[in-house]
């Protein structure tokens, strides 16, 4: 299950794609055409929120996640953390990963 700002994906809308995009920080035209995708309300620094959307793909070995926000400055510190639970274990460890 994918949490999202505390709201649980449920079967209805599970994120799936397949690909390997190249892992350099851009994302270039086509590269996430495949990906499964949610479209979000992404918080920034001076408060209220703006449109994103996080993109999913995987290869059969990797997991991929991106994350798609308009901004016309460079925030610092600017991060995005995705956490993973194994839903078969209620009190399993949370898995983070921030960039």
């Known amino acids: 299950m994918l949490f999202w700002f505390g709201t649980a994906l449920n079967a209805e809308n599970i994120l799936a794609g397949f690909g390997t995009p190249k892992v350099d920080g851009v994302l ?4 996430w055409d495949g990906a499964g995708f949610l479209d979000v309300a992404v918080n920034v620094p001076e408060g209220g929120t703006t449109p994103g959307r996080i993109y999913v793909l995987n290869d059969d070995t ?3 996640l991106a994350l798609r926000f308009e901004r016309n400055v460079a925030d610092p ?3 995005a ?7 078969k274990a209620m009190d399993s460890e ?3 990963r921030s960039t």
Not at 28 to 31: A, H, N, T
Not at 81 to 87: C, E, G, H, L, N
């Open 94 to 96: 949370f898995v983070s």
């Open 28 to 31: 270039s035209p086509g590269e």
């Open 77 to 79: 510190g600017n991060t």
């Open 62 to 64: 990797n997991l991929y």
């Open 81 to 87: 953390a995705f956490t993973f639970r194994d839903p």
